[in-house]
């Protein structure tokens, strides 16, 4: 599959199961599309590079966004332990139960000012700045190359918000500090997953606003 025919069959696919599925890959195999799928982020483009601030302990990256990845296993032991937290996770539950692969996407703020040493939520609303802006769109493009890439190689995929993934009590037991600010949850789906669902729901907003000059214009200069 080119560039342009995984864009076209790209399309969200929210699929829920009602417990723990078998997975489809091998763990090997698991581990070789995640690796896959974070080579495709890195190459996303980006304008800053992060703060110091952020470049702790392995993580020693100046791109300006953290990616923190779950296997079958994994998203299975997340969504027994979530399972009981208040709120509660709602549909995250049934994602977790059915991905072979979860990758959280993270990106990292320029802060100014003091921040409270203990929060309970990310540090919103943070500075609207050009380089907060260019972090965010960074992370999107990153978001974006892998979604394509697990389309090309034919697993359904939904891009979350995170949902109760964002609140404290989740993000400790995921280790995501809560200086960085989630943008996405991109769940990989089983090839199959789509036939296996419990519960299958397609984006809503697939075929609008898609026509051409409803949102471009030409600009003509004399």
């Given at each position: 599959m080119n560039t342009t025919e995984a864009i076209h069959s790209r399309k969200t696919a929210k699929v829920l199961a009602s417990g723990p599925w078998s997975p489809s890959l091998t763990q090997d195999e698991q581990e070789r599309l995640c690796d896959h799928l974070l080579n495709l982020a890195a190459n996303a483009?980006?304008?800053?590079?992060?703060?110091?601030?952020?470049?702790?302990g392995g993580q020693t990256s100046s791109l300006p966004f953290r990616c923190y990845t779950l296997d079958g296993a994994a998203c299975n032991t997340l969504a027994?332990?979530?399972a009981s937290l208040v709120p509660p996770p709602g549909k995250i539950l049934n994602m977790l139960w059915a991905a072979e692969l979860l990758i959280i996407n993270t990106w990292?703020?320029?802060?100014?000012?003091t921040q409270p040493?203990?929060?309970e939520m990310e540090p919103l609303p943070f500075v609207g700045n050009l380089r907060?802006?260019?972090?965010?769109a960074a992370t999107s493009a990153a978001i974006q190359n892998m979604l394509l890439g697990a389309t090309a190689e034919g697993h359904p995929n939904y891009w979350s918000s995170g949902g109760m993934l964002r609140q404290k009590s989740a993000r400790n037991m995921l280790q995501i500090s809560m200086e960085e600010v989630m943008l996405g949850a991109?769940?990989?789906?089983?090839?199959?997953?789509?036939?296996?669902?419990e519960e299958f729901k397609p984006g809503k907003l697939r075929e609008e606003g898609k026509v051409l000059g409803t949102f471009s214009?030409?600009?003509?200069?004399?």
């Open positions: 483009p980006y304008h800053y590079k992060s703060a110091e601030r952020y470049k702790t027994s332990q979530v990292l703020p320029d802060v100014f000012g040493e203990h929060r907060n802006m260019e972090h965010i991109v769940f990989i789906f089983p090839k199959d997953a789509v036939e296996r669902a214009k030409k600009i003509t200069l004399k």
